[in-house]
């Protein structure tokens, strides 16, 4: 390929810029070298200790385990397709808003809280597929179907909330505001252990509620305060005037909140509100330490066994790489939903 | 380890205390018939200790707990795979047994006064199934055998444990000179003496050998004879329900009383037939124990040869212990304590009579 006459001058460019931004001076120089020596001797230890002394058995063998946790081999492919479709729906999410047909555009909000049911569906039982008990439940699955459902009941559930709080009826509005600051006054592992250890104790005898369902329902409720406050401050960006121009304009309330105020509050609070998705994926790994087999509950058992003792550092850089992994599927998805509704806001 | 922090966590009494309140002693039918009427025994296991309770590759809990959970399983129910198991924390394991969440807890639990008493957590427990206790590890080439032969040499240990305090006693009590070593984390105290900084390491035996089975050459080490403290851990039921308090009993037992006997889970058949009709067919307490005469299991609500089906699915507690932590595997723990009496131990089964 014949080079662009101005690669030349561009490398040149380039040189200068190194050697004003990191060796300007003798102590810069000193600065950049002993920075380097560290950085690439820390890289070279941990690139070392990766391919060469690290023992990956643990990782390979138990692959199974670590993605669909104790499901038996011959309904694996039921988390294999719930999984598929979860993936096949965020590429589509992901994809640039032009490639897309409307209807698909449209759809694509009922499409994601509906993955939920259909994963239910697909890994418990129904569709005359043979019913699979959820202590069977466990790994990355468990993990993204605690995330999916803490996110699909903490959201409406957040909005309700910041909505009542701004309620012109006293009795709502002190209600809501008591339960946002009790949940946000106590620590997340003290709820989850309240629901895992008390409501079993608290149900009519006979009665039993699944340890996913309690989980979920925890972490909902709990994420919920979080994110009450969040559509709260969007809320509060709107100017007054617009809810007096909704109301000149003879919308009812409930017309100015959905047509008015939501849509404008939901985008200011976007960021915030993707951060908590992030953070109830992270919240999920403490229900290893309530007896849950999700991703760090089913690494503890793995590593447990007596063939890989000794194999915590793998088994936690894995782990690494796999939350981190979801962490960027779920910021570029958020991402891509924030950059849709800018476009939408400005035509 | 972790999960010994949670004990401190604050809201743990004030959880047990609650569900200890919430459990009301009304007239119900015993866990015995609810096991056997469901077709599933739920047993709550640790889930993650080496030897004790942990995953396979295929999905499968396996350990000496576990094997405990299947012997029960095959005894009331005829199958040792028709068992749920729930991995419980420490924190956990109590409220699981009082809320029904579980019927059998087999999960490494030291038996105590307040473990048992109605005061306190309010269990029923089984036989114990491993005597665990404080031991101390050395270099194989040291050439220590006990611990006179220690003087005056350094141990490490985890800092602000009861481990740090028995060893303080056992070395006064002896008379025995050393100088402690803590660590506040198990991989630092392992790590300094895989490093040479100590001579010896304390910690509980059966810690002490999965933390050995990861180092580089767990061979050139040893866990001495010498125990320093009592930790007989048991499985445990729920108070107030004897009959089936009773049955997991003496299932334990029937494990344990089949290895003075000599029956073990490849001759069984052979010793039934023989007891049946063959040159046993005199002795009239083996055919009791293996349930061709008499009704001794009837007796407890299992069926009459509930031994011969807890052995045939696991085998007897011998077999069960080298299974997960005999000499060839990589949890190795000698028998000492947990050998038959016969051979010295403490396994003492009372008559099958």
Known sequence: MAESPRSGPRSRQLLLRIRRGLFASPLDTVITVVLAVLCGGGLWSFLHWVFLQADWAVVVENIRLYIHGRLPVDQVWRSWSWLGLLGTLCLVTLMPAGMLPRPVLRLLP????????????????????????????????????????????????????????????????WLTTGYIEITRGMPLIAVLFFGQLMIPLFLPEGWTLNRV??????????????????????????????LEAARSLGLSPLQTIILVELPQALRTALPSLANQCVASLQSTSLLAYLGLIELLGISRSILGNPDYLGRHLEVYIWLALLYWLVCILMTSLARRVERSLNVTGHH | ??????????????????????????????????????????????????????????????????????????????????????????????TALSSGEIDLLSRNTTQTLSRDAGGGNGLTFAPVVFYDGQGVLVRRDSGVTT?????????????????????????????????????????????????????????????LNSARSGFAAPDDHMILDEVLSKEPLAPATADGDARWGDAVRWVVYGLMAAEELGITQSNIDARV?????????????????????????????????????????????????????????????????????????????????
């Open chain 2, 1 to 94: 380890m972790l999960a010994k922090s949670f004990k401190r966590f604050a809201i743990a009494p004030l959880l047990v205390a609650l569900a200890s309140c919430a459990t009301a002693p009304e007239e119900k039918v015993s866990l015995l018939e609810q096991v056997k009427s469901r077709g599933e025994l739920k047993c709550g296991i640790s889930g993650g200790l080496p030897g004790f309770s942990s995953l396979t590759p295929q999905g499968a809990y396996t350990g000496l707990d576990v094997d405990i959970c299947r012997a029960v399983a095959a005894a009331a129910l005829g199958d040792a795979d028709n068992v749920a198991y729930t991995p419980l924390t420490a924190a956990q394991r109590f």
């Open chain 1, 213 to 242: 369902l309690r989980a979920v329902l925890s972490l909902g409720f709990f994420v919920a305060a979080y994110m009450a406050e969040d559509v709260r401050g969007g809320l509060q960006a709107i100017p007054r005037t617009q």
């Open chain 2, 273 to 353: 037939a023989a007891a049946t009709d063959g040159e046993e067919q005199e002795n009239a307490a083996l055919r009791r124990f293996l349930g061709i005469e008499g009704d001794l299991g009837s007796k407890l609500g299992l069926p009459n040869d509930f031994v011969v089906q807890a052995v045939g699915a696991v085998g007897n507690y011998g077999e069960i212990y080298d299974r997960h932590l005999g000499p060839d595997t990589p949890t190795f723990i000698p028998r000492g304590l947990n050998a038959s009496f016969t051979e010295g131990g403490l396994h003492y089964a009372p008559p099958f009579n």
């Open chain 1, 110 to 173: 009922l499409l994601w809280i509906l993955i939920l049911p259909i994963g239910l569906l697909l890994l418990a039982s129904g569709l005359g597929l043979e019913p699979v008990k959820s202590r069977f439940w466990g790994g990355l699955q468990l993990s993204l179907l605690l995330t999916l459902g803490t996110i699909l009941m903490a959201l409406p559930l957040g909005i309700l909330l910041a909505l009542a709080r701004r309620s012109s009826l006293p009795l709502l509005r």
């Open chain 2, 147 to 207: 611990l006179e032969d220690l003087a005056g040499e350094t141990f490490c240990s985890k800092a602000g444990t009861t481990t740090e305090r028995n060893l303080n006693d056992v070395m006064q009590a002896r008379g025995i000179p050393f100088e402690p070593l803590n660590f506040d984390q198990d991989q630092d105290r392992n790590q300094a003496y895989t490093e040479g900084r100590c001579a010896a390491m304390t910690a509980d035996r059966s810690s």
